[in-house]
Nanobody
Framework: QVRLVESGGGLVQPGGSLRLSCAAS????????MGWYRQAPGKQRELVAT???????NYADSVKGRFTISRDNAKRTVYLQMNSLKPEDTAVYYC?????????????WGQGTQVTVSS
């Protein structure tokens, strides 16, 4: 079993920055690829960015060049640095792990953290 705890969400103005963190605990053997997904009101959950143990990453086209994913394997923590935020980035952001793929989610999800981009 794996538990994921996210932090770092909040309200930010367009053009601003936020950094999300997600710490994993539990079975380390289940912590493979780690990543972030988001769900806006009335929309399906979508991939934002994922990263393997070795550091290979995958980004949604809508965030490329603005968001950066990184991880600290020793701390079992994944980060999402979000710059140049836009109103359309507003969503609940969920941490995910347990998959061996960086294009498909694993079975473990965090509780979600709200990111609101508004003036």
């Amino acid at each position: 079993q794996v538990r994921l705890v996210e932090s770092g969400g909040g309200l930010v103005q367009p053009g601003g920055s936020l950094r999300l963190s997600c710490a994993a605990s539990g079975s380390i053997f289940a912590i493979n690829a780690m990543g972030w997904y988001r769900q806006a009101p009335g929309k399906q959950r979508e991939l934002v960015a994922t990263i393997t143990r070795g550091g290979s990453s995958n980004y949604a086209d809508s965030v490329k060049g603005r968001f950066t994913i990184s991880r600290d394997n020793a701390k079992r923590t994944v980060y999402l640095q979000m710059n140049s935020l836009k109103p359309e980035d507003t969503a609940v952001y969920y941490c995910n792990t347990g998959s061996f793929s960086i294009t498909l989610p694993g079975p473990y999800w965090g509780q979600g953290t709200q990111v609101t981009v508004s003036s």
